[in-house]
């Protein structure tokens, strides 16, 4: 797809009467630093605006609907998926200024924040009050913005939902510039298509969020962990089946497979975590009489489904130490083989329940074939897993041999009835998959809304295969080999 070429002096009187010449740039080494997310894929905008009010952002986005010009909508750009890669150049906005509460309405179980503010920020700001807005594993800098442009979610999806479940409404700038408002300051509404859900998980290819009501998800009072081991990888996938069929629906249930805990163990030695094929951790949330029964009622299930030992943690302390090894192993998985770094890729599917042991199972065998560590963890509470793959990224052959693994794990998870992402979004890295996971006919119909809305295709192009084939958008974009 071809782009008309930006009249780069046009855009800077405009840029500079609009949001002053201090917000804005075109410097090489600042468009530098705006080129990648946490993906493989790289590619530097033409400009970096950081807009501070939905007016802005309405004239940024008008004149770049006359002029044809990509606009990019970015929070903290800790994403997986190359969702804010420019791939056709054009403005990135960079909306981590706009981070503010904007009210707080205690009464009717709701808050409005703007795009940029970051989740923990936003959960320091609620805590005195008795609430909370779940995010992400990295809720310490995703902002509210990419969280529900990726209807992202974490451990505790298993419980809350996903963060569009507590989205209410939100304040849309269009492709065209318009202004809309969606959805409901009441905490239901059956009235018309739901726009709110439509804007949610769009990933930026509908328009700019400016405005945000969330519902607010009361704090628990207290909390306590079950740490379930197993010497058999698949037993720790049928312990989950059987919690579920047992009706305990925990706060959630994360999982470490063997290669994550020895890389954890490597990365902090002091963390000490048991040597076992897998570890279960379950979290129960709830007043402080009905933990223990909980803990002790999946303690029993975890060894009927072949648990070789049960840990119980009801102290602070000892929680936070169990979620701190949890935490680390995204980071500690370049500690499984001397020489290997982590790609995010094939990183974020997700299959029903039941097809969790035979999931794991792939895993371990395609890292056995390949000689590439996995390291598997994740959300397994609702069969979300994050294999992390790691490679030589020096080693030129290893790169043909990482898509063939991809394609196999993303394949598998199809296959099982599951998806290709269940939380970090699709943007370029998982596109090939989207006829594949849909069909030609929802494909077709997400094409259709895509084009009504932005018939220009200037918000984000690129993503999602709503315009061009995945493939020519890949060969675009160059990879990350660092």
Known sequence: ????????????????????????????????????????????????VRPSSTEQISKIVRYCYEN??????????????????????????????????LELDVDNLQVCVE???????????LKPHGFLVPGPASSYAATIGGMVGNDSSGKEAVNYGTTGAYVLKMEVVLPDGRITTVGSNALKTASGLNLVGLFTG????????????????PLPETEGIAMALFDELENAGKAVINTFKAGIIPGCVEILDKSSIYAINQYKPEMQLPDVEAMLLYEVEGSSYEIEPKINRIAEICKDSGAIEVKKATEKAEIDRLWEARSLVGAASVRVREGYSRVY??????????????????????????????????HVGDGNLHPAITIRKEVAEDWPKLEALIEEIN??????GGTVTGEHGIGIARARYMKREHGEV????????????????????????????PEVILNKIPVKTI
């Open 1 to 48: 797809m071809e782009r008309k070429s930006i009249d780069k002096e046009k855009l800077n009187e405009f840029l500079t009467a609009t949001v002053g010449k201090e917000n804005f740039s075109m410097d090489p080494v600042m468009l530098l630093t705006f080129a990648t997310d946490a993906s493989r894929f790289e590619k530097t905008p033409d400009v970096v």
């Open 68 to 101: 044809e010009i990509p606009v990019i909508p970015a929070g903290a750009r800790t994403g997986c998926s190359g969702g804010i890669i420019a791939v056709y150049g054009g403005i990135l906005l960079d909306l981590t200024g706009m981070n503010h509460v």
């Open 115 to 125: 795009p940029g503010i970051v989740n923990d920020k936003l959960n320091e700001f």
């Open 202 to 217: 769009s990933e930026g290819v509908l328009g700019v969020f400016t405005k945000i009501w969330l519902r607010l998800i």
């Open 345 to 378: 890729a094939g990183e974020d599917l997700a299959v029903p329940i039941s097809k969790i042991p035979e999931m794991l199972t792939f895993l371990r065998e395609a890292s056995q074939r390949y000689d590439f560590p996995i390291v598997t963890f994740g």
């Open 411 to 416: 394949q598998k998870a199809l296959e099982l």
């Open 442 to 469: 929802a494909l077709d119909i997400m094409k259709a809304i895509k084009w009504a809305l932005d018939p220009k295709n200037i918000m984000n192009p690129g993503k999602m295969a709503l315009n061009e084939d």
